[in-house]
């Protein structure tokens, strides 16, 4: 998976390089690459909402979808011009090591505990999600975990540290690490009738699939925040440093977050806008 992301990142950049001068302004440039986690991705938001950046501004955005870590990963080697990622401690480390300069939170959701409607550990219509992972364990009900090192993966991850357990040294093979995307996962879940944990709006954008039900929702521990983040300087050219700064500053604005807060899939509103600083 990281290969093909190398991959189509290389090509992108292949492709930008291949266009004519008159593509570039000297201050500003008219295509970048924006590094996404794929939930933002796969709901649809981007596809919605860029078009109306693109229109405003001439600058042509791609995206490069990856779990958080990877998408990372690949910002901090200076293969994207900005990211949009909701893993706020592996976050916290990418500005502490010195490849982020700003931070803005702009916008947020929910995470949700999905399962079957014969729901063997009994944790629906609850809303602490650590509690009910606990139940899952204790009922070695089915269980997948995304494992791909996004965002999702680690709030599940924070989840089972909240309750001591470590699924990893589970017998009984009810626990099941795919290391996939989140709709991977809810095809993995919906095929073994088993539980997993899915942003909301990627929930919703693949339209409850063969009879998996929410089960548990709106704790605190759910709350499932997006930042954007440019990189340091240095790390890409002044031209695209500059159409990157366009694109965060048009995302925390009044017309970025009316887009972003306009977003419905089956009349539900997927995303919050909430554009703030980030410590």
Same mark, same amino acid.
């Given at each position: 998976?990281?290969?093909?992301?190398?991959?189509?990142?290389? &090509?992108?950049?292949? &492709?930008?390089?291949?266009?004519?001068? =008159?593509?570039?302004?000297?201050?500003?440039?008219?295509?970048?690459?924006?590094?996404?986690?794929?939930? #933002?991705?796969?709901? +649809?938001?981007?596809?919605?909402?860029?078009?109306?950046?693109?229109?405003?501004?001439? @600058?042509?955005?791609?995206?490069? $979808?990856?779990?958080?870590?990877?998408?990372?990963?690949?910002?901090?080697?200076?293969?994207?011009?900005?990211?949009?990622?909701?893993?706020?401690?592996?976050?916290?480390?990418?500005?502490?090591?010195?490849?982020?300069? /700003?931070?803005?939170? @702009?916008?947020?959701?929910?995470?949700?505990? #999905? %399962?079957?409607?014969?729901?063997?550990?009994?944790?629906?219509?609850?809303?602490?999600?650590?509690? $009910?992972?606990?139940?899952?364990?204790? $009922?070695? &009900?089915?269980?997948?975990?995304?494992?791909?090192?996004?965002?999702? =993966?680690?709030?599940?991850?924070?989840?089972?540290?909240?309750? %001591? *357990?470590?699924?990893?040294?589970?017998?009984?093979?009810?626990?099941?690490? @795919?290391?996939? %995307?989140? +709709?991977?996962?809810?095809?993995?879940?919906?095929?073994?009738?088993?539980?997993?944990?899915? /942003?909301?709006?990627?929930?919703?954008?693949? %339209?409850?699939?063969?009879? *998996?039900?929410?089960?548990?929702?709106?704790?605190?521990?759910? @709350?499932?925040?997006? /930042?954007?983040?440019?990189?340091?300087? +240095?790390?890409r050219p002044p031209a695209s440093d500059e159409a990157a700064r366009r694109l965060a500053d048009w995302l925390s604005s009044t017309d970025g977050q009316s887009a972003i807060g306009g977003y419905t899939v089956a009349g539900q509103q997927l995303f919050h806008p909430s554009a703030a600083a980030v410590p």
């Amino acid at each position: 998976m990281r290969a093909c992301a190398r991959l189509a990142v290389a &090509a992108i950049w292949a &492709a930008l390089a291949a266009a004519p001068a =008159s593509a570039q302004s000297p201050a500003t440039a008219k295509q970048l690459v924006l590094g996404s986690t794929t939930s #933002v991705e796969n709901s +649809g938001l981007l596809g919605r909402i860029l078009p109306r950046f693109t229109a405003l501004t001439s @600058i042509e955005v791609r995206v490069v $979808a990856q779990g958080t870590g990877q998408a990372l990963a690949t910002a901090a080697r200076g293969d994207v011009d900005l990211v949009l990622v909701h893993d706020p401690e592996a976050e916290q480390r990418f500005m502490a090591d010195g490849h982020g300069l /700003d931070r803005h939170e @702009i916008a947020w959701n929910d995470f949700v505990l #999905v %399962g079957p409607a014969s729901d063997p550990a009994h944790v629906g219509g609850g809303h602490d999600a650590a509690a $009910a992972l606990r139940a899952i364990w204790t $009922a070695r &009900a089915p269980f997948v975990a995304r494992g791909d090192g996004s965002g999702t =993966s680690a709030r599940e991850r924070q989840l089972w540290r909240a309750t %001591g *357990l470590d699924p990893a040294t589970a017998s009984g093979g009810w626990y099941r690490d @795919i290391g996939g %995307g989140m +709709g991977a996962a809810l095809n993995a879940a919906a095929a073994m009738d088993a539980y997993t944990l899915s /942003d909301r709006g990627t929930w919703l954008a693949f %339209g409850n699939p063969r009879g *998996l039900r929410i089960l548990v929702e709106g704790g605190p521990n759910l @709350i499932n925040r997006y /930042d954007v983040i440019l990189l340091a300087p +240095g790390k890409r050219p002044p031209a695209s440093d500059e159409a990157a700064r366009r694109l965060a500053d048009w995302l925390s604005s009044t017309d970025g977050q009316s887009a972003i807060g306009g977003y419905t899939v089956a009349g539900q509103q997927l995303f919050h806008p909430s554009a703030a600083a980030v410590p």
